[in-house]
């Protein structure tokens, strides 16, 4: 069974950085893409980065391009989420997702994963 454990969550202000662990077990997962979305209050979930474990390869949404990475440790099993200059409208909670080779057309698309974490709360104060 797999099984994945966000922590890192938090209230940060404004142009800070806070990082988010993804904690996985059940599988080998360097045939997996793995994801985080969010959702912000009232709004629906969106697409926030991915990666191809294996290969490393790695997607951003726009709005996070070059302010957030998200990265492997493959000794510890866990994929991260590391978010700098943070701004209030970063402001959701964060879900972490995978499965095994997704295309790159659909890895933005949080329908097509199969599996998820129970989600971390992320407050980006103003």
């Known amino acids: 069974q797999v099984q994945l454990v966000e922590s890192g969550g938090g209230l940060v202000q404004a142009g800070g950085p806070l990082r988010s662990p993804c904690a996985a077990s059940?599988?080998?997962?360097?045939?997996?893409?793995m994801g985080w979305f969010r959702q912000p209050p009232g709004k629906e979930l969106g697409f926030v980065a991915a990666?191809?474990?294996?290969?490393?390869?790695?997607y951003y949404a726009d709005s996070v391009e070059g302010r957030f990475t998200i990265s492997t440790d493959n000794a510890k099993n866990t994929m991260y989420l590391q978010m700098k200059s943070l701004k209030p409208e970063d402001t959701a909670v964060y879900y972490c997702?995978?499965?095994?080779?997704?295309?790159?057309?659909?890895?933005?698309?949080?329908?097509?994963?199969?599996?998820w974490g129970q989600g971390t709360q992320v407050t980006v104060s103003s």
């Open positions: 059940g599988r080998t997962f360097n045939r997996e893409t």
């Open positions: 997702a995978g499965r095994n080779s997704l295309t790159i057309l659909t890895l933005r698309s949080a329908i097509a994963y199969e599996y």
């Open positions: 990666l191809r474990w294996g290969s490393g390869s790695t």
